[in-house]
Protein backbone atom coordinates (compact mmCIF):
# COMPACT_ATOMS: atom_id res chain seq x y z
CA UNK A 1 0.00 0.00 0.00
CA UNK A 2 1.38 3.23 -0.69
CA UNK A 3 2.01 6.26 2.12
CA UNK A 4 0.39 9.78 0.73
CA UNK A 5 -0.99 12.65 1.93
CA UNK A 6 -4.62 12.86 1.88
CA UNK A 7 -6.47 15.99 1.20
CA UNK A 8 -7.19 17.07 4.74
CA UNK A 9 -3.69 16.81 5.81
CA UNK A 10 -2.72 19.33 2.65
CA UNK A 11 -5.58 21.59 3.26
CA UNK A 12 -4.42 22.24 6.60
CA UNK A 13 -0.49 22.52 5.97
CA UNK A 14 -1.82 25.15 3.15
CA UNK A 15 -4.21 27.00 5.60
CA UNK A 16 -1.33 27.43 8.37
CA UNK A 17 1.31 28.38 5.44
CA UNK A 18 -1.33 31.05 4.36
CA UNK A 19 -1.81 32.50 8.00
CA UNK A 20 2.00 32.69 8.32
CA UNK A 21 1.98 34.68 5.10
CA UNK A 22 -0.78 37.00 6.10
CA UNK A 23 0.53 37.61 9.22
CA UNK A 24 4.16 38.46 8.08
CA UNK A 25 2.79 40.64 5.26
CA UNK A 26 0.75 42.77 8.15
CA UNK A 27 3.95 42.90 9.89
CA UNK A 28 6.00 43.92 6.92
CA UNK A 29 3.16 46.86 6.26
CA UNK A 30 3.25 48.21 9.51
CA UNK A 31 7.40 48.25 9.45
CA UNK A 32 7.42 50.23 5.93
CA UNK A 33 5.33 52.53 7.53
CA UNK A 34 7.58 53.21 10.51
CA UNK A 35 10.20 53.58 8.49
CA UNK A 36 8.78 56.53 6.24
CA UNK A 37 7.44 58.18 9.49
CA UNK A 38 11.46 57.79 10.41
CA UNK A 39 12.36 59.59 7.50
CA UNK A 40 9.80 62.45 7.66
CA UNK A 41 11.23 63.05 11.07
CA UNK A 42 14.62 63.49 10.30
CA UNK A 43 13.55 65.25 7.19
CA UNK A 44 11.78 67.49 8.96
CA UNK A 45 14.67 68.05 11.60
CA UNK A 46 16.95 68.51 8.62
CA UNK A 47 14.73 71.54 7.45
CA UNK A 48 14.23 72.73 11.08
CA UNK A 49 17.89 72.86 11.14
CA UNK A 50 18.16 74.80 7.85
CA UNK A 51 15.49 77.54 8.96
CA UNK A 52 17.67 77.90 12.32
CA UNK A 53 20.65 79.16 10.17
CA UNK A 54 18.84 80.71 7.64
CA UNK A 55 16.95 83.32 10.68
CA UNK A 56 20.44 83.77 12.07
CA UNK A 57 21.78 84.82 8.95
CA UNK A 58 18.96 86.66 8.32
CA UNK A 59 16.71 87.61 12.23
CA UNK A 60 13.77 86.51 10.67
CA UNK A 61 12.59 82.91 8.92
CA UNK A 62 12.14 82.49 5.12
CA UNK A 63 8.60 83.62 3.45
CA UNK A 64 8.87 79.82 2.02
CA UNK A 65 10.84 76.84 1.86
CA UNK A 66 12.28 77.63 -1.48
CA UNK A 67 14.30 80.45 -0.35
CA UNK A 68 16.56 77.99 1.55
CA UNK A 69 17.76 76.25 -1.62
CA UNK A 70 21.19 76.14 -2.28
CA UNK A 71 22.51 77.65 0.44
CA UNK A 72 21.08 76.24 3.52
CA UNK A 73 20.00 73.15 1.83
CA UNK A 74 20.74 71.31 -1.57
CA UNK A 75 17.39 70.56 -2.22
CA UNK A 76 14.23 70.43 0.52
CA UNK A 77 13.37 66.70 1.08
CA UNK A 78 10.11 65.68 -0.23
CA UNK A 79 7.58 63.43 1.45
CA UNK A 80 8.61 59.59 1.06
CA UNK A 81 4.44 59.15 -0.17
CA UNK A 82 3.91 61.43 -3.25
CA UNK A 83 0.50 62.35 -2.67
CA UNK A 84 1.60 63.70 0.21
CA UNK A 85 3.69 67.02 1.06
CA UNK A 86 5.51 68.89 4.29
CA UNK A 87 3.59 72.11 4.95
CA UNK A 88 5.16 75.19 6.20
CA UNK A 89 3.60 78.33 7.32
CA UNK A 90 4.69 81.74 8.96
CA UNK A 91 3.06 85.08 8.79
CA UNK A 92 5.35 87.93 8.01
CA UNK A 93 7.51 89.52 9.45
CA UNK A 94 8.25 85.72 10.03
CA UNK A 95 9.60 85.67 13.33
CA UNK A 96 7.98 82.18 13.94
CA UNK A 97 6.84 79.49 11.65
CA UNK A 98 5.02 76.10 11.75
CA UNK A 99 6.06 73.02 9.78
CA UNK A 100 4.06 69.79 9.70
CA UNK A 101 4.20 66.30 8.04
CA UNK A 102 1.66 63.69 8.19
CA UNK A 103 2.64 60.73 10.39
CA UNK A 104 1.02 56.96 8.97
CA UNK A 105 1.62 55.29 12.09
CA UNK A 106 -0.58 57.33 14.26
CA UNK A 107 -3.89 57.81 12.07
CA UNK A 108 -4.28 61.47 11.50
CA UNK A 109 -0.88 62.54 13.87
CA UNK A 110 0.99 65.44 12.31
CA UNK A 111 4.90 65.45 13.27
CA UNK A 112 5.64 69.33 13.76
CA UNK A 113 7.77 71.86 14.98
CA UNK A 114 6.56 75.23 15.84
CA UNK A 115 9.42 77.67 16.45
CA UNK A 116 8.53 81.42 18.63
CA UNK A 117 10.95 83.72 19.52
Known amino acids: MKKAFTLIELLVALSIMALIMGLSLTAFDSTKKSARDGRRKADIESIRSA ?30 VATQSYVYSC ?27
Not at 51 to 65: G, K, M, Q, T
Not at 91 to 117: F, I, K, M
Open 51 to 80: LEIYRSDNSVYPANLNLLTPSYVTTIPTDP
Open 91 to 117: TPPCYSYTLCATLEQVSGACGYVTRNP
